[in-house]
Each structure stands twice: as structure tokens, then as C-alpha cells.
């Protein structure tokens, strides 16, 4: 028995038009924010399935980048009291029914995290401690101000498991890393000092700031590819046996440079919209949603996700069910 994967669903911030290209205050006025990103493609995600948010027993977030560089509390925390997945202390009208309470988390790891938020749903779903769980992603730019040539576009994803058929869902997981590129790109939040003194001594700011250098979307390419390798070897499997690819959004170019890699018919990679070009970690859950929306994901008997991210980091699942 393994988890099969019941739907996911994504949010983007509410497009301003062209009148938004021409008054930038605007933007600010109608910024979404991560949380509000993560609250809302939790609960499409829900609807879509009539699943109600007290019948999860887990919700991981895997989210990375939040406002004002925030890094307490827990986002999973806050995600699980705005849906009303059983939140602690309070009454909840579905307690009665299902007899059990929501644990939450936090899992960072850049693009890999929805991999690894598999794998730990994977685990807890074969062990029969775990009906139903879910993962959220969400990533944006911490603000005005506070971030250096922030390269990812806001969006929120969200997808609910459950516990399969024997021989449906993932399995199988590789995680590798490749610590001679680590340095390639890098992130980190760094507290900058006011020059304008105030009231009650100096004050400040916390200010995201990237780095990435030269040959940084090569480097993941043969990364990805080495690891794929590796892994289709152990599962005894070549690239001609996998119907369908969900991969990392970042670099952008990375889908179609991995594609050109791997010798792939075009409709072998999952494609997303516009929107999720360079997302983070929401991109293996956008590419979900979109390939179930084209029917693609459905047709796919073997479906491989690959992401990468800043280590060189790389993770993989390979994920089974019958095609329609």
C-alpha cells in the first residue's frame, strides 16, 4: 500500500492589468501574500476532492520564502488554524466524528521540499498511521525593499494524499547531493541597519539577499541527469519507460534544457503556465496540476519527479498507477 496523490491544486496573486504597470504602488496595494498564497490552494485543494480539512492528519509545509523574512512561527501552523484543520484549543465540529487531531510542520529544503514531504507521507501512509495528509508550498518576494534581485514569482500549491491500492503511488525515492557546486547559489537574510536615526535608537531591517553564478543551470542539468540515472538503475527502469516528468521550475530554463538531455518527445515533460516559470517550491505541485488538467498525468502509467536545488541538491520519486 502506498499514497497515491487525490489532487492540487495552485494560487497566483490577483493580476493588476495594465493599469498595475503604470502605478507600482498599486502592486503593493494588491501584493498576496505567502500565507494568504497557502491558505488559498489548501482550500481549493479540498474542494476539488469534498474533503474536509479535519480529515487531515498531516499537513507539511514546505514553503521557503515569506513576508518581511519572517522565520517564526511555524507557517504550517498558521496554514492548519486558517483552514480549520482541527486546530489546537479550539472546538472543532468535525473532532467528534473523525477522532483525531492535525499535526503540522515545517520542511525546508528549497525546491527538493515537496520531494522530501513525499516520502515523509509516504512513510507515515505505509506504516497505517496516516488516512489522509497534506502539502503546501508557497514562496514571494518578502517585500519592497527587503530582498536583492528576488528571482521567483509568488505562488502557492497544494496537494492531498491518500493511502492507494497495492502497486498505486509512489515507489520509490533518491536524494543526492553534490557538494561541490554548493557555493553556486546561495541565499541568505542578513539584518541591515537604518542610517535615519529614530526615536528610540537606530532600526533596521532584515534583507533577503541571492547569489547565483555563472554556468549555475548547466550544473543542475548534469546533476539531475547523473542522479536520474542512478536512480532509474536501481528501479531497473531506462528513460523510455517513463511516460511523464514533473520537474523543478528554477532555473527556468531547466525543463527544457533537461528535456533536450534526455532525448524526450516534448509532450514527456510536464508543461506549466506562464505564471509558474521560476517558482520554487510550488513547482513540482503546479506541474501536477497542470498535467491533470491536459489529461496527461491520468494517460501516465510511470510518472518521475525530479527537482533540484541550491547544495546542488536533487531529489527524485517515481510514482506508479494505472493509466486511463
Not at 557555493?183 to 532584515?206: D, Y
Request: aromatic share 8%.
Amino acid at each position: 500500500m502506498g499514497v497515491k496523490i487525490e489532487a492540487a491544486a495552485t494560487s497566483v496573486p490577483e493580476s493588476g492589468g495594465n493599469l498595475e504597470l503604470l502605478l507600482p504602488l498599486l502592486r503593493r496595494h494588491r501584493h498576496k501574500g505567502a500565507l494568504a498564497l497557502a491558505d488559498e490552494a489548501a482550500n481549493k485543494c479540498l474542494n476539488k476532492t469534498k474533503r474536509q480539512a479535519g480529515e487531515v492528519g498531516l499537513l507539511i509545509n514546505v514553503g521557503i520564502y515569506r513576508d518581511k523574512n519572517l522565520g517564526e512561527p511555524a507557517f504550517a501552523s498558521l496554514i492548519q488554524e486558517d483552514i480549520g484543520a482541527n486546530p489546537g484549543g479550539k472546538k472543532s465540529a468535525l473532532t467528534p466524528t473523525n477522532q483525531h487531531g492535525t499535526f503540522s510542520f515545517d520542511l525546508a529544503n528549497g525546491a527538493c521540499g515537496v520531494i522530501n514531504a513525499f516520502h515523509l507521507l509516504d512513510r507515515f501512509t505505509r506504516s497505517g498511521i496516516l488516512e489522509l495528509g497534506m502539502i503546501v508550498a508557497r514562496d514571494t518576494d518578502p517585500g519592497p525593499g527587503k530582498t536583492q534581485n528576488f528571482p521567483h514569482p509568488a505562488a502557492g500549491g497544494a496537494v492531498l494524499l491518500s493511502q492507494g491500492k497495492e502497486g498505486e503511488g509512489f515507489r520509490a525515492f533518491h536524494f543526492e547531493n553534490f557538494p561541490e557546486f554548493e557555493t553556486m547559489q546561495e541565499s541568505r537574510v542578513s539584518w541591515r541597519a537604518s542610517q535615519i536615526p529614530l526615536p528610540f535608537g537606530w532600526g533596521g531591517k532584515n534583507v533577503l539577499q541571492l547569489k547565483e553564478e555563472p554556468g549555475y543551470i548547466t550544473r543542475c542539468v548534469e546533476c539531475a541527469e547523473l542522479a536520474l540515472n542512478r536512480f532509474l538503475k536501481k528501479q531497473h527502469l531506462n528513460i523510455n519507460d517513463i511516460d511523464l516528468i514533473i520537474s523543478s521550475q528554477y532555473p527556468p530554463e531547466f525543463p527544457d534544457i533537461l528535456e533536450q538531455h534526455l532525448r524526450l518527445p516534448g509532450d514527456h515533460v510536464a508543461r506549466v503556465s506562464e505564471a509558474f516559470m521560476g517558482a520554487l517550491s510550488a513547482a513540482p505541485i503546479a506541474g501536477i496540476e497542470a498535467s491533470m488538467r491536459s489529461g496527461r498525468f491520468q494517460k501516465a502509467q510511470k510518472v518521475v519527479f525530479i527537482t533540484v536545488s541550491a547544495g546542488i541538491s536533487v531529489g527524485l520519486a517515481l510514482y506508479e498507477q494505472t493509466a486511463i
